[in-house]
Nanobody
Framework: PLVESGGGLVQAGGSLRLACAAS????????MGWFRQAPGKEREFVAT????????YYAGSLKGRFTISRDNAKNTVYLQMNSLMPEDTAVYYC????????????????WGQGTQVTVSS
């Protein structure tokens, strides 16, 4: 299972760091990432990282504000979110799969329950 943490309420311009803890010995073999879904909108790709952590992929609009990283010794992937804006308000989901660069949600068979991020203006 994937368990997210770190969501919450923050003012615009603030920062949050999401974490996703995974179980299993083969964590480092999986690409990990984040998707998000805002109310009334489709789920969208945020960022992913390869199993080794050498390769990262971002939604174009988020690159520069969001940073994905992982600690394979802790079986945890992180999403550092800076300069948050109200439009970043969404439920953020941790995902795991094989292809790190895939941007379609159905490329990731494993999903967490999601953590709410709310950015107030």
């Amino acid at each position: 299972p994937l368990v997210e943490s770190g969501g919450g309420l923050v003012q615009a311009g603030g920062s949050l760091r999401l974490a996703c803890a995974a179980s299993g010995r083969i964590f480092s073999t999986y690409a990990m990432g984040w998707f998000r879904q805002a109310p009334g909108k489709e789920r969208e790709f945020v960022a992913t990282i390869s199993g080794s952590g050498d390769s990262t992929y971002y939604a174009g609009s988020l690159k520069g504000r969001f940073t994905i990283s992982r600690d394979n010794a802790k079986n945890t992937v992180y999403l550092q979110m800076n300069s948050l804006m109200p439009e970043d308000t969404a439920v953020y989901y941790c995902v795991a799969g094989v292809a790190a660069g895939a941007r379609a949600s159905n490329s990731y068979p494993y999903w967490g329950q999601g953590t709410q991020v709310t950015v107030s203006s």
